[in-house]
């Protein structure tokens, strides 16, 4: 029952590196999302998908791409990461409602 | 401009009594609110939800209101437990529109023994 799983947890970066969280469900869902968590401004929308191959940008995407090659595989990138996107990041999955979430890659940028 | 407002951003409450959980909305496309609870370094878990065709629905110790013409929503948790400290985040959603979130800012929860 592994849900949606989110590698990695934990990530600190310098400013410029870049790198790729990845997020994996095995709940076939075809809907999948990218969320940034800050400090009381809840959970915000970066990308989502609706389905194999498709992408769309959300509420703040800017920084940020995202890739769905497999229908089970969601893959957040950073190409030059900035203090700025220090963040919690949530994976979530869905067919429908309710989204159901990964446990979140906490990632620092020095 | 927050479309999703938890004004609250904490609260406290005695074992056994009411905790009242309030959530604001400002789009009044939204048809479809959801409640999730959220534990430290984990991710949040859906609670409940209510589609704007009802203003009530109940789950257990866990009531959710809807008043569209106030565009407010509520969630009751009765009787409050400790394991109910989390932090809660009331979300919504509007037809066709990808089945996207938007979150409100949370509420944290304490239940004392």
């Known amino acids: 029952n592994a849900g949606v799983t989110q590698t990695p947890k934990f990530r600190v970066l310098k400013t410029g ?15 999948m ?16 998908s609706v389905g194999e191959g498709t992408t769309a940008k959300g509420e703040v995407p800017d920084g940020y791409n995202v890739s769905r090659l497999k229908k089970q595989n969601f893959l ?29 890659t906490r990632l620092s940028i020095l | 401009d927050q479309q999703v407002k ?9 074992e056994g009594r009411i905790s009242i959980l309030n959530c604001d909305y400002t789009n009044s496309m939204f048809d479809y609110f959801l409640w999730y609870k959220k534990y430290p370094a984990e991710g ?21 209101f809807l008043n569209k013409s106030a565009k407010h929503l509520s969630l009751h ?27 409100g800012g949370g509420t944290r929860l304490m239940v004392k023994p």
Not at chain 1, 76 to 103: I, M, N, R, W
Not at chain 2, 44 to 64: H, M, Q, Y
Request: proline share 6%.
């Open chain 2, 77 to 103: 948790i009765v009787p409050s437990q400790p394991g109910d400290s989390a932090v809660y985040f009331c979300a919504a959603s509007e037809e066709g529109a990808g089945n996207m979130l938007t979150f």
């Open chain 2, 6 to 14: 938890q004004n609250s951003p904490s609260l406290s409450v005695q």
């Open chain 2, 44 to 64: 949040p878990t859906f609670l409940i939800s209510i589609s704007s065709i009802k203003d009530k629905n109940e789950d257990g110790r866990f009531t959710v």
């Open chain 1, 33 to 48: 999302y990218w969320y940034r968590q800050d400090p009381g401004m809840g959970l915000r929308l970066i990308h989502y």
């Open chain 1, 17 to 31: 590196q870049s790198m790729t969280l990845l997020c994996a469900q095995d709940m076939n869902h075809e809907y």
């Open chain 1, 76 to 104: 957040l990138g950073l190409e030059s990461a900035a203090p700025s996107q220090t963040s919690v990041y949530f994976c979530a999955s869905s067919s429908g409602k309710p989204q159901h979430f990964g446990d979140g």
